[in-house]
């Protein structure tokens, strides 16, 4: 087995010794008195006992040495070196930076330091280097307890053993909120007031020290804070964060002030409803607010929305307005003259002046009471007073009447409000079923005669239609009628004309011929009475010479044979003795002649009869 060199057995010890150094050499330099502090920590001292002088213990009530007594020591050893502090005389605890994130704060409590002050619950703020200068903590009268200064975000180095660190969260209020502040600490409020006025130079209630040094009030505050980042200690305030207060569009704030100093009513004598006051004094502001974004502590100031628009309210069931102000209004039921009771549905359109809008929350303290304590009782009252002066069917006839009353009525009864009555309109009326049964029996049959009467007035308007179109049909005949009638009279008069001219002719020469025939008459008639005389003669001495009934057979029998009758008939009867049946000759010739003329007589009017013809426009003719 080979040996080791001495050289080798030297090198191994050494590098031993080295590592061993190196791992106790901390160790071997505290036995030394020496402390090494890290880059990151500080060492916090307590020291057991002390040898020699004359502060060997601690005061009374005292949690730190301030100078050099035994026990935990107010000055606390930086990162480094340093010497003197024995082991058996002095513990080191290394503590590590205290780091405050972004959005933190530190809460501090203090373990030693003067007693609190009466009436305060926080320590207050003194010029400590953040808490970390123990020594000038209490140099400047530092005060035991939870203190009212905060660390803000950052790294410190601090005696955790003096003073305990919680970290709270930063306060932030969004865009459009505010943050309603309870104090604390502070003055006791004023008996009668519910919250602290506004105090100025206290950097929005981060500094609370100086709040309560310009006489700050605990509890709750008048001011508000808006959006932002705070370092608030959340043992001196908290705060609540609320929307901020919005008027709307055709809407005025009236804003109802529980804090302030008393102020004198505005509004004069004439209003004794209730005071008014000038803004920041407790009471109802005389000036609303117009539309828009308020920050305004709801705690303390109440802000009615105030409609500037019209504001219409349904008196209906199950109708309301997107306002809600109707939600408890419904159908006025009322009784009529004649017994019967109806529903009626009932519209009020109302407006309420900007500047009389003070006026109304003064007197009711919102719209809502407005509608419940005086429009509703007014317009149902009314509307049951007047249905009770007329029957259902005099209601529903003179509804635009009664509209109109009502409206009349109604804004002058608002007038005293501060109300603008704008109108009123009457919805539906519902009448009992049984009436309406009837009214309804009477309009159809009503309507059923309209009917009835526009059916036949379509009947003769349609007969009027067929006559006018036979009529145009005709037309064209009628004109060729009317034409002919023209040309008929037309030749007719001609006719006439030439009748009369042929007649006048005729006269003048049937004037002529009379004269001549009276002429020639004369003569002849002298003539013929002559030759006459001397025929007579003549047939005298004729008849004188034979029989009268002989004479006449000759003269008879002459005047038939001139005629072309026969004179001897086709058959002839002669009697037993030697007669013609008994009779003369002459006799059976005037027989045969009557019987053969009444044969042709009566040949002839048959003859006429199938021979006549009528001509149109005259009259028959044979």
Same mark, same amino acid.
């Given at each position: 087995m080979p040996s080791i060199s001495n050289t080798a057995i030297m090198w191994i010890s050494i590098v031993v010794g080295a590592i061993v150094l190196i791992a106790c050499y901390k160790l071997l330099l505290r036995l030394f008195g020496v402390i090494i502090v890290p880059e990151d920590s500080i060492g916090i001292v307590n020291k057991r006992f002390v040898i020699f002088g004359a502060n060997k213990t601690l005061p009374d009530g005292e949690v730190v040495a301030m100078k050099g007594e035994a026990g935990l020591q107010a000055d606390t050893l930086p990162p480094g070196l340093h010497f003197l502090y024995w082991p058996w005389q002095?513990?080191?605890?290394?503590q590590g930076f205290i780091t405050i994130d972004d959005d933190k704060i530190g809460i501090v409590e203090a373990r030693g330091g003067n007693a609190l002050t009466n009436g305060r619950v926080l320590a207050k703020q003194v010029d400590c280097d953040s808490f970390q200068d123990v020594r000038k903590f209490l140099g400047n009268g530092g005060q035991r307890g939870p203190q009212i200064a905060v660390i803000p975000p950052g790294t410190y180095r601090i005696n955790t053993e003096f003073f305990s660190i919680n970290p709270a969260s930063v306060l932030e209020i969004e865009d459009n909120k505010v943050g309603i502040v309870t104090v604390k600490d502070g003055e006791p409020l004023t008996t009668g007031e519910i919250a602290g006025k506004e105090i100025a130079g206290h950097n929005m209630f981060q500094e609370g020290e100086k709040f309560i040094i310009a006489g700050g009030h605990r509890g709750l505050q008048e001011q508000v804070l808006l959006a932002g980042r705070y370092f608030i200690n959340p043992r001196f305030a908290t705060v609540d964060t609320v929307d901020m207060t919005t008027?709307?569009? $055709?809407?005025?704030?009236? &804003?109802?002030?529980?804090?302030?100093?008393?102020?004198?009513?505005?509004?004069?004598?004439?209003?004794?409803?209730? /005071?008014?006051?000038?803004?920041? =004094?407790? #009471?109802?502001?005389?000036?609303?607010?117009d539309p828009g974004k308020y920050a305004i502590n709801i705690l303390t100031h109440k802000v009615e929305a105030v409609p500037t628009a019209n504001i219409v309210l349904n008196w209906a069931n199950g109708k @309301?307005?997107?306002? /809600?102000?109707?939600?408890?209004? !419904?159908?006025? %039921?009322?009784? !009529?003259?004649?017994?019967?009771?109806?529903?009626?549905d009932v519209s009020q359109?109302?407006?309420?002046?900007?500047?009389d809008a003070p006026k109304v929350i003064a007197r009711f303290?919102?719209?809502?009471?407005? &509608? %419940?304590?005086?429009?509703?009782? +007014?317009?149902?009252?009314?509307?049951?007073?007047? $249905?009770? /002066?007329s029957d259902v069917i005099d209601f529903l006839k003179h509804r635009t009447a009664r509209q109109e009353e009502a409206r009349a009525a109604i804004a002058k009864a608002l007038q005293e409000y501060n109300v603008v009555a704008v109108d009123t309109l009457?919805?539906?009326?519902?009448?009992?079923?049984?009436?309406?049964?009837?009214? +309804?029996?009477?309009k159809i049959a009503e309507q059923a005669k309209v009917t009835y009467d526009t059916q036949k007035l379509a =009947?003769?308007?349609? =007969?009027?239609?067929?006559?006018?179109? $036979?009529?145009? /049909? +005709?037309? $064209?005949?009628?004109?060729?009628?009317?034409?002919?009638?023209?040309?008929? @009279?037309?030749?007719?008069?001609?006719?006439?004309?030439?009748?009369?001219?042929?007649?006048?002719?005729?006269?003048?020469?049937?004037?002529?011929? #009379?004269?001549?025939?009276? %002429?020639?008459?004369?003569a002849e008639g002298g003539k013929i009475e002559v030759i006459g005389l001397a025929e007579a003669k003549v047939t005298k001495a004729k008849i004188d010479s034979m029989e009268a009934n002989n004479y006449?057979?000759?003269?008879?029998?002459?005047?038939?044979?001139?005629?072309?009758?026969?004179? &001897?008939p086709d058959v002839m009867v002669v009697g037993g003795n030697g007669s013609n049946g008994g009779g003369t000759l002459v006799d059976v010739l005037l027989a045969n002649t009557i019987r053969d003329q009444l044969t042709r007589a009566a040949s002839k009017t048959e003859a006429e009869k199938t021979t006549t013809t009528v001509e149109p426009g005259k009259p028959a003719s044979k």
């Amino acid at each position: 087995m080979p040996s080791i060199s001495n050289t080798a057995i030297m090198w191994i010890s050494i590098v031993v010794g080295a590592i061993v150094l190196i791992a106790c050499y901390k160790l071997l330099l505290r036995l030394f008195g020496v402390i090494i502090v890290p880059e990151d920590s500080i060492g916090i001292v307590n020291k057991r006992f002390v040898i020699f002088g004359a502060n060997k213990t601690l005061p009374d009530g005292e949690v730190v040495a301030m100078k050099g007594e035994a026990g935990l020591q107010a000055d606390t050893l930086p990162p480094g070196l340093h010497f003197l502090y024995w082991p058996w005389q002095y513990t080191i605890r290394f503590q590590g930076f205290i780091t405050i994130d972004d959005d933190k704060i530190g809460i501090v409590e203090a373990r030693g330091g003067n007693a609190l002050t009466n009436g305060r619950v926080l320590a207050k703020q003194v010029d400590c280097d953040s808490f970390q200068d123990v020594r000038k903590f209490l140099g400047n009268g530092g005060q035991r307890g939870p203190q009212i200064a905060v660390i803000p975000p950052g790294t410190y180095r601090i005696n955790t053993e003096f003073f305990s660190i919680n970290p709270a969260s930063v306060l932030e209020i969004e865009d459009n909120k505010v943050g309603i502040v309870t104090v604390k600490d502070g003055e006791p409020l004023t008996t009668g007031e519910i919250a602290g006025k506004e105090i100025a130079g206290h950097n929005m209630f981060q500094e609370g020290e100086k709040f309560i040094i310009a006489g700050g009030h605990r509890g709750l505050q008048e001011q508000v804070l808006l959006a932002g980042r705070y370092f608030i200690n959340p043992r001196f305030a908290t705060v609540d964060t609320v929307d901020m207060t919005t008027v709307p569009i $055709a809407n005025v704030g009236v &804003v109802i002030a529980y804090v302030g100093e008393t102020g004198v009513d505005v509004t004069g004598d004439h209003f004794k409803h209730g /005071n008014m006051v000038k803004k920041g =004094q407790k #009471g109802v502001w005389v000036d609303p607010l117009d539309p828009g974004k308020y920050a305004i502590n709801i705690l303390t100031h109440k802000v009615e929305a105030v409609p500037t628009a019209n504001i219409v309210l349904n008196w209906a069931n199950g109708k @309301t307005e997107a306002h /809600n102000l109707d939600k408890n209004l !419904s159908t006025i %039921t009322v009784r !009529s003259a004649d017994g019967f009771t109806f529903n009626l549905d009932v519209s009020q359109i109302i407006h309420i002046p900007r500047a009389d809008a003070p006026k109304v929350i003064a007197r009711f303290g919102s719209v809502a009471n407005l &509608v %419940t304590q005086v429009l509703e009782p +007014t317009i149902g009252n009314y509307f049951r007073n007047t $249905a009770q /002066n007329s029957d259902v069917i005099d209601f529903l006839k003179h509804r635009t009447a009664r509209q109109e009353e009502a409206r009349a009525a109604i804004a002058k009864a608002l007038q005293e409000y501060n109300v603008v009555a704008v109108d009123t309109l009457i919805g539906d009326i519902n009448p009992p079923a049984e009436l309406m049964k009837t009214l +309804t029996d009477r309009k159809i049959a009503e309507q059923a005669k309209v009917t009835y009467d526009t059916q036949k007035l379509a =009947q003769v308007t349609r =007969q009027e239609l067929e006559e006018a179109t $036979a009529r145009a /049909n +005709t037309q $064209a005949r009628v004109v060729d009628a009317e034409r002919q009638v023209a040309i008929k @009279t037309f030749e007719a008069n001609a006719n006439i004309e030439q009748a009369k001219g042929t007649a006048a002719a005729k006269r003048v020469e049937a004037d002529a011929e #009379g004269y001549r025939v009276t %002429t020639i008459g004369n003569a002849e008639g002298g003539k013929i009475e002559v030759i006459g005389l001397a025929e007579a003669k003549v047939t005298k001495a004729k008849i004188d010479s034979m029989e009268a009934n002989n004479y006449a057979a000759i003269k008879v029998a002459e005047a038939l044979a001139g005629a072309g009758i026969k004179l &001897v008939p086709d058959v002839m009867v002669v009697g037993g003795n030697g007669s013609n049946g008994g009779g003369t000759l002459v006799d059976v010739l005037l027989a045969n002649t009557i019987r053969d003329q009444l044969t042709r007589a009566a040949s002839k009017t048959e003859a006429e009869k199938t021979t006549t013809t009528v001509e149109p426009g005259k009259p028959a003719s044979k």
